[in-house]
């Protein structure tokens, strides 16, 4: 049974910094595109970043320059390094991994950028 467990949300001043991780169990060693979301209080989920198997990486465009996403190594194991914080980047964010075209999910985790 896949599973991804996420963790590192919480809050956060604006202009400053977290890093979420997603660790993914319960899957074969093959590496799989990987990828955060989020969602925030009563809007549609969004794309924030994704990996490919290739490591070929891809950013929505309000967030590029501030937040990185990586995995490590060979192990499907994904991270977001999200600097210069704002506002508008409050939501609950999701982790994603793709195996043969089927989506699955973890929990979520939240983040909260107010002063």
């Known amino acids: 049974q896949v599973q991804l467990v996420e963790s590192g949300g919480g809050l956060v001043q604006p202009g400053g910094s977290l890093r979420l991780s997603c660790a993914a169990s319960g899957i074969s060693r093959s590496i799989h595109p990987m990828g955060w979301y989020r969602q925030a209080l009563g809007k549609q989920r969004e794309l924030v970043a994704a990996i490919t198997d290739g490591g070929r990486t891809m950013y929505a465009d309000s967030v590029k320059g501030r937040f990185t996403i990586s995995r490590d190594g060979a192990k499907n194991t994904v991270y977001v390094q999200m600097n210069s914080l704002k506002p508008e980047d409050t939501a609950r964010y999701y982790c994603?991994?793709?195996?043969?075209?089927?989506?699955?999910w973890g929990q979520g985790t939240q983040v909260t950028v107010s002063s």
């Open positions: 994603n991994i793709r195996i043969d075209l089927l989506d699955f």
